[in-house]
């Protein structure tokens, strides 16, 4: 999502191969990603304590 304005969803095939992009500026996407967005950043690790494994 850029800018609460604009989406963009990739379309991977089953192998992991990029299929498509498709944008959007419909309001009720971009609610469906700020939702999403808000619902996973309570489980980020901060930068800080951030180990690859």
Avoid: N, Q
Wanted: glycine residues 8%; contains cysteine.
């Amino acid at each position: 999502m850029f800018d609460d304005r604009l989406a963009v969803f990739l379309h991977y095939a089953g192998s992991g191969l990029g299929k498509a992009k498709v944008t959007s500026t419909d309001p009720g996407d971009m609610a469906w990603c700020k939702s999403a967005f808000e619902t996973v950043w309570k489980f980020a690790i901060p930068h800080i304590e951030y180990t690859p494994t």
